[in-house]
């Protein structure tokens, strides 16, 4: 498994760094408030489980997941509710995470569906973030680290089911996919 691996850009300890910050940073903005926190599966479990940790406010999860990559490494562009919310959120101060941004597409649609359920706000945190290749307008409110334009796993980021389990995020061997 590590041997498909090409870069490693940020370590496990890194990593839990990071999240501490937007913990901390979270803690301050929802101060008040009992956010109805939404992991989009399956990649933003990790992070999600160690984000909630630091997020020193009463808050409630639910989970979602979503396709629109299937086993490719690029967008489809067709985003689909593979599993939906258990939990109304109607009236509630939402809080998505996400684990990784790319052209932007899965996240528009979402912020989309929960607006049209009356949400009263709906707030984006994501660790990794691949401006370069966003292809609808959007800014996520938090974010963890700016990534350049390469296909990475790891931290809850597959390829094709795989490398989940790796705790740092690194570059996949393009040889692996291509
Ligand atoms: P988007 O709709 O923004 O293009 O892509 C969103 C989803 O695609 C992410 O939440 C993530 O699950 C997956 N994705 C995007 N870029 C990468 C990447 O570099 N590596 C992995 N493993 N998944 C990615
Ligand atoms: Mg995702
Ligand atoms: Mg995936």
Not at 71 to 90: A, P
Not at 107 to 134: G, M, Q
Not at 139 to 159: A, C, I, N, R, S
Not at 162 to 168: G, S, V
């Amino acid at each position: 498994m590590l041997n498909d691996i090409q870069e490693v850009l940020y370590s496990e300890e890194q990593i839990r760094e990071k999240v501490k910050e937007l913990g901390e940073q979270l803690t301050k903005d929802f101060e008040g408030r009992n956010p109805l926190v939404i992991c989009i599966l399956k990649g933003a479990f990790i992070f999600m489980s160690d984000l909630v940790k630091e997020i020193k406010v009463p808050l409630e999860i639910d989970f979602m997941a979503v396709s629109s990559y299937g086993q490719s490494t690029q967008s489809s562009g067709v985003v689909k509710i593979i599993k939906d919310l258990d939990v109304s959120v109607e009236g509630r101060d939402v809080l998505i995470v996400e684990d990784i941004i790319d052209s932007g597409l899965t996240l528009s649609y979402l912020i989309d569906v929960l607006e049209h359920r009356n949400a009263t706000s709906v707030t984006v945190v994501t660790l990794f973030d691949k401006p370069a290749r966003r292809t609808v307008d959007l800014q996520p409110h938090y974010k963890g680290y700016t990534l350049p334009d390469e296909f990475v796993v790891g931290y809850g980021l597959d390829y094709a089911e795989k490398y989940r389990n790796l705790p740092f995020i690194g570059i996949l061997k393009p040889e692996v996919y291509s």
